[in-house]
């Protein structure tokens, strides 16, 4: 394993959600939603996905 992955792993970060804050950062401009929305990752991003017109297809 590669540090820079094991030390990613150890702070809790994950895609879901650096996604979700990329997300959340280019909607609302707010540092609390990219936070919570954050804390939620994949949840988020499945909501967005299903939430947005053309949902999955684009």
Same mark, same amino acid.
């Given at each position: 394993?590669? %540090? %820079? ?9 994950? #895609? ?8 959340? @950062? ?6 609390? @939603? %990219? ?6 990752? @994949? ?5 967005? %996905? ?5 949902? #999955?297809?684009?």
């Amino acid at each position: 394993m590669s %540090a %820079a992955r094991s030390d990613a792993a150890r702070a809790g970060i994950g #895609l879901g959600s650096a996604i979700a804050v990329a997300i959340s @950062w280019s909607l609302h401009q707010s540092i609390f @939603w %990219a936070i919570l929305q954050g804390f939620f990752g @994949w949840f988020y991003v499945i909501y967005y %996905a299903f939430t947005r017109p053309g949902g #999955l297809t684009g």
